[in-house]
């Protein structure tokens, strides 16, 4: 079983953490457009490496949770 990160999770509990924080506030933190958010909330897109662990660092912050239990997906590799 392969586990891949929930970006979708991830942003949305980031967004749930604090009524200020928008997609635009994550975009601007972790350096990146508007629609590069959009894209991997909408399972779209996969972040880059350091776009990856920005918004885990992001995450942690706003949620207080530690860096090795962001939420995931888990999927079979076909084996």
């Known amino acids: 079983m392969i586990r891949r990160i929930d970006w979708t999770q991830l ?9 200020a924080v ?4 994550i975009a601007r933190k972790v350096g990146v457009h508007k629609s590069s958010i959009v894209r991997l909330r909408t399972c779209e897109s996969e972040p880059r490496y350091y776009t ?3 918004l885990i660092a992001l995450w942690r912050k706003k949620t207080n949770q530690p860096a ?3 939420p995931t997906l888990r999927q079979h590799n076909g084996k």
């Open 22 to 25: 928008s997609i635009n506030v």
């Open 68 to 70: 090795t239990n962001p």
């Open 52 to 54: 990856g662990e920005a």
């Open 11 to 19: 942003i949305n509990d980031i967004l749930n953490s604090d009524r």
